[in-house]
């Protein structure tokens, strides 16, 4: 898709976007692209998670873009600020891959699935239904969301384009 009206979501980000706008965050590894889409107003939103939980954060000012559990109830603050109602809401997300294999399984080494776990949590938490996914495995993504049309483009180079 290439977009006049492209809205960058940088890592560790998140943004919104109302009618025409087209979403787009690159360098998914372990990280998850989480989207919500009220499609009765059109008005999307994108965070690009890094971390599941910001019980861990150690900065001065929280970056609440950078948690899952701050990050998606920022998300959907922001979208209903431009009319979006959190009963038409719906989900869709990419990323959360394993990027490394290690010997042992312990939870600290395992940041994609539990980016992805954690995501899930504050999606049911709020009563969000989860249409569609590309999660786990082991390569990295790009995705776009089309703000117009509800629909999520998802690149890799392992596994070209699909459409969520």
Known sequence: MIQDNLIKVGMADLNVARQTGVLKTTGLGSCVGITLYDAKAKV???????????????????????YADTAIPELIRLMEALGAQIRRMEAKMAGG??????????????????NVESCKEQLSRFKI???????GS?????????????????????????EL
């Open 44 to 66: 999307a939103g994108m965070a690009h998670v890094m971390l599941p939980n910001s019980d861990i954060a150690k900065e001065g000012q929280l970056n609440i873009a950078k």
């Open 97 to 114: 891959a394993q990027m490394f294999a290690f010997g042992s399984q312990s939870d600290t080494m395992r940041i994609g699935p539990r």
């Open 129 to 135: 239904p989860l249409l569609a996914e590309d999660t």
């Open 138 to 162: 082991n390569y990295g993504r790009t995705i776009e969301f089309d703000c117009e049309k509800g629909t999520l483009l998802i690149r890799s180079v392992q596994h070209g384009v699909k």
